[in-house]
Nanobody
Framework: QVQLVESGGGLVQAGGSLRLSCAASGRAFSTYALGWFRQEPGKEREFVAA????????VYADSVKGRFTISRDNAKNTVYLQITSLKPEDTAVYYC???????????????WGQGTQVTVSS
């Protein structure tokens, strides 16, 4: 199992950019699929993006395609989420996630970070 700690959230104006980071500790990080989810107040947590461990395949929610980019640096045990063209509706707590199995990272990953708040002002 891995432990995850997110950083990089904050307050940004619409149209701006942010890069979220998630540092992982624990063995076998490079063999885990990694992902990002987000949750708005009063709503369920939703999938944002994921990246595989084997070949770097990525998957994105339709709502973020073209604006969000997920990447990983196995040497640094870190996964990133680059967010551009931010919209007020992107305001949410963003959670990093990890799972040893690819399908599960898209729905119910085993490991979660504590979350980082992203607030986009209009």
């Amino acid at each position: 199992q891995v432990q995850l700690v997110e950083s990089g959230g904050g307050l940004v104006q619409a149209g701006g950019s942010l890069r979220l980071s998630c540092a992982a500790s624990g063995r076998a990080f490079s063999t885990y699929a990694l992902g990002w989810f987000r949750q708005e107040p009063g709503k369920e947590r939703e999938f944002v993006a994921a990246i595989s461990w084997s070949n770097g395949n990525t998957v994105y929610a339709d709502s973020v395609k073209g604006r969000f980019t997920i990447s990983r640096d196995n040497a640094k045990n870190t996964v990133y989420l680059q967010i551009t063209s931010l919209k007020p509706e992107d305001t949410a707590v963003y959670y990093c996630a990890a799972d040893p199995r690819w399908p599960r990272i898209l729905t119910t990953p085993r490991s979660w970070g504590q979350g980082t708040q992203v607030t986009v002002s209009s």
